[in-house]
Nanobody, 119 residues
């Protein structure tokens, strides 16, 4: 029903910055999120943003990452500054559609974009 495509991942030196983008194939009214997963670790929630722009962040990135969205462009962003080696991971775009019957809930994931931070 909706496709999500991340872009912007790169290899960057510690202390550097990157901006990730998530382009959706259609408008999304629900909350959108960024997740990340490092090798051998669980996928973790990085940040979420509501349609109206209210954001929430994981403690590990608060103050360094900024999530935003441009609903007219069907695009979500993650501005990352002061990157650390521990930020190295595949970053995924996520959203969920909900129905009256949870049976019909759907989750949508992008394929991810790789961020590698070296010291």
């Amino acid at each position: 029903q909706v496709q999500l495509v991340e872009s912007g991942g790169a290899v960057v030196q510690a202390g550097g910055s990157l901006r990730l983008s998530c382009a959706a194939s259609r408008s999304i009214s629900n909350t959108m999120s960024w997740y990340r997963q490092a090798p051998g670790k669980h996928r973790e929630l990085v940040a979420s943003i509501s349609y109206a722009g209210y954001a929430d962040y994981a403690d590990s990135v608060r103050g360094r990452f900024t999530i935003s969205r441009d609903n007219a462009k069907n695009t979500m962003y993650l501005q990352m500054i002061n990157l650390k080696p521990e930020d190295t991971a595949v970053y995924y775009c996520y959203t969920k559609s909900e129905a009256l019957n949870p049976k019909y809930d759907r989750e949508y994931w992008g394929l991810g974009t790789q961020v590698m931070v070296f010291s």
